[in-house]
């Protein structure tokens, strides 16, 4: 396997850890989890709106995929004085996927 078929690999697994780890209710915000490849580059990414959050084209797009992470206690109400049951699920997900990036690629998290 050559480097760059070992970073894609691990990039992948990286994407579907990120996928699995994602408060799921409608769809939406796992559909959201994206991959982009680069020259010299691969960034996974939470998609935001377009512009059109409505319908059929706003689905892969969660504009409020900060909501499902962040303490809801420094929002505007109706959130404000809830408590978020997902509240740092990204930050802890964030965490597994530097690890699991250093094990597959044999490298070391300081």
């Known amino acids: 396997m050559t480097e760059y078929e070992r970073i894609r690999t691990a990039a992948l697994r990286a994407l579907a850890l990120l996928k699995r780890r994602a408060p799921y209710d409608t769809g939406n915000l796992h559909d959201s989890i994206k991959i982009l490849y680069r020259t010299g580059e691969i960034h996974i990414y939470i998609s935001g709106a377009d512009g059109n959050t409505r319908g059929t084209s706003a689905r892969g797009m969660a504009p409020y995929a900060k909501y499902t992470n962040e ?30 990036l250093a094990a597959d690629l044999g490298g070391e998290v300081k």
Do not use: H
């Open 71 to 100: 303490p809801w206690s420094q929002f505007k109400p109706p959130l404000a004085g809830r408590k978020n049951p997902n509240e740092g699920w990204y930050d802890r997900a964030v965490i597994e996927i530097i690890n699991t």
